[in-house]
């Protein structure tokens, strides 16, 4: 069973950077076919996708954010991190990791819990 | 980039009842068209992906059909475990992104 868990802190000063990682476990990154996504959703509203990232590095981003993100994989520790910068409090969020995979088009099936990241100073 | 709408924002429906939540593409995704449910404090779970396929584990009243722009998910008969927030998603393949709808809010009557 594939498990998936965000970590980072909780709360970010506005203008710094957000950084976030996501551990994998029972499964390996390096899996073929399957991406490796970051999805926010803030209190009381929608998902928002942010990003994703293959184990070869090959990323895709929302355009509305892109200025701003970073994905970044690491095989090694079978992590991927997400890094979101110049931050104001339209960025707070729980910020979810979960896994892509394809058929018949692309879906999220494994998610992590999320981390509620609060951007305050 | 494709935006999707759902309807409607709240349904009320009683247990046992047949629930059906529609979700539209501002664009053609063929069927590259997943739902989800979200429950309070807790992430989405994956229940149809590929507009009509139930992801595993997912009980047989739940169903998706729609091709094209046009996108259903019936829950045949509710039980009081369904009650949450459904949200419908696409990716494109240009600009590649994903996008969410708003979701529906399936409430009991």
């Known amino acids: 069973q594939v498990q998936l868990q965000e970590s980072g802190p909780g709360l970010v000063k506005p203008s710094q950077t957000l950084s976030l990682t996501c551990t994998v476990s029972g499964g390996s990154i390096s899996s073929a076919s399957y991406y490796w996504s970051w999805i926010r959703q803030p209190a009381g509203k929608g998902l928002e996708w942010i990003g994703r990232?293959?184990?070869?590095?090959?990323?895709n981003y929302n355009p509305s954010l892109k200025s701003r993100v970073t994905i970044s994989v690491d095989t090694s520790k079978n992590q991927f991190s997400l890094k979101l910068s110049s931050v104001t409090a339209a960025d707070t969020a729980v910020y979810y990791c979960?896994?892509?995979?394809?058929?018949?088009?692309?879906?999220?099936?494994?998610w992590g819990q999320g981390t509620l990241v609060t951007v305050s100073s | 980039e494709i935006v999707m709408t759902q309807s409607p924002a709240t349904l009320s429906v009683s247990p046992g009842e047949r629930a059906t939540l529609s979700c539209r593409a501002s664009q053609s995704v063929s069927s590259n068209l997943a739902w989800y449910q979200q429950k309070p404090g807790q992430a989405p779970r994956l229940l149809i992906y590929?507009?009509?396929t139930r992801a595993t584990g997912i009980p047989a009243r739940f169903s998706g059909s729609g091709s094209g722009t046009e996108f259903t998910l019936t829950i045949s008969s509710l039980q009081s475990e369904d009650f949450a927030v459904y949200y419908c998603?696409?990716?494109?393949?240009?600009?590649?992104?994903?996008?969410f709808g708003q979701g529906t809010q399936l409430e009991i009557k």
């Open positions: 590929g507009a009509s």
């Open positions: 990232i293959y184990s070869s590095g090959s990323t």
């Open positions: 998603q696409q990716y494109n393949n240009w600009p590649p992104m994903s996008t």
């Open positions: 979960a896994r892509e995979g394809y058929s018949r088009g692309w879906y999220l099936d494994y």
